[in-house]
């Protein structure tokens, strides 16, 4: 998570606008996933990582978290989140994954929404995780799906030539690194991993799945976003929730 592309003005003020409007992937698909999985969280010391503009810390807090470190490499983003989302059980810290420096044993949940596709060193940063939780402590994070981070060409989806899309395009599935798109800007930098590599990633240093989601739109969510209904097709997203057991 090196690159702060949120810092970057006209990305940031696209990408806000997006998550302001409540009819999106995040709102619909992603978030109440994540809310379902979350253990519980009275009187329990949270984690955020990447936690934005602060709005699943603020909901950690307002539903028992005793307290919520939440940290982002991004001055905008925790900039929005004090305003937005401030509560007295959260305390928002600058500074990137890779760089934190997290006390041994000290969380009892850590949770991460779509930050770890942009990780180059995925299972030092997975190490350190074990290393913050107390035994027992839970992991959740989401992450794009392997599906969609593999294809390094821009054209994912393969159209007909009135642009309809015929079917989603997956290749170089195994040639795992490094990869860019645009996404607003041009050089957005980002990490694909397969399935399996996210998953040993957890097996190999101290975590047990318990449970692994790739979510699905209701329709309701349909309803609301009809393209969502692509989803069906493909999953955008991957929520892996894990147990530290041990240590690595």
């Known amino acids: ?45 949270v984690l955020d990582i990447g936690c934005g ?8 807090a307002e539903n028992g978290a005793a307290s919520v ?51 180059a060193d995925y299972e030092a940063v997975i190490r350190s995780i074990h290393s913050a939780l ?10 794009e799906h392997p599906i969609i981070t593999a294809r390094k060409a ?13 079917h989603f395009a997956v290749d170089d599935y195994q040639d795992q690194g490094r990869r860019e798109q645009k996404w607003y800007v041009d050089g957005v930098v980002y990490y694909h991993r397969s399935f399996a590599a996210l998953c040993n990633g957890l097996l190999q240093n101290g975590f047990y799945l318990e449970e692994i989601n790739e979510p699905i739109p209701d329709e309701a969510a349909i309803a609301k976003l009809p393209r969502i209904a692509h989803e069906l097709r493909r999953p955008s997203f991957l929520i892996l929730k894990a147990r530290k057991t041990a240590h690595p």
């Open 1 to 45: 998570m090196t690159q702060n592309i949120y810092d970057n003005e006209v990305f940031f003020k696209n990408y806000r606008a997006l998550r302001e409007n409540p009819v999106n992937y995040n709102e619909l698909l992603e978030q109440p996933e994540i809310k379902r999985m979350l253990p519980d969280m009275n009187d329990k010391r």
């Open 53 to 60: 503009m602060g709005s699943l810390a603020y909901y950690c």
């Open 69 to 119: 470190t939440a940290i982002d490499p991004s001055r905008n983003m925790l900039q929005e989140a004090k305003k937005r989302n401030a509560h007295a059980a959260i305390e928002y810290i600058q500074t990137t994954l890779e760089d934190a420096v997290f006390a041994r044993e000290n969380y009892d949940i850590v949770v991460s929404l779509l930050v770890m596709h942009y990780v």
């Open 134 to 143: 107390k035994e027992d402590g839970i992991l959740l994070f989401s992450c």
């Open 154 to 166: 821009s054209d994912k989806w393969i159209t007909d030539a009135e642009g309809h899309r015929l």
